[in-house]
């Protein structure tokens, strides 16, 4: 089975709801890739963490740009106040 991009999403999506620490979260995209048949150790297998890392990395800009245009716009304007002696 070839990986798709809706199923590295799900498994991106998944990975970001809980808390992982990083040697688990490699763990576990390592048997992503190794349930699509990659061998540990080949050029396919580090393309398909490395797809994996950079659809997380996608993922969370996507939320942050999200989060961004949520947010209000707040404008500041300076008032300069002059002393009285």
Known sequence: MRPTIPAIFLLSVMAGCTTMTPEERRAADEAVCSDYGFRNGSEAFAECLQRIELDRRAERRAS??????????????PVPLRRRD
């Open 64 to 77: 942050m740009a999200s989060f961004e245009r949520s947010r209000p716009i707040v404008v500041y304007r």
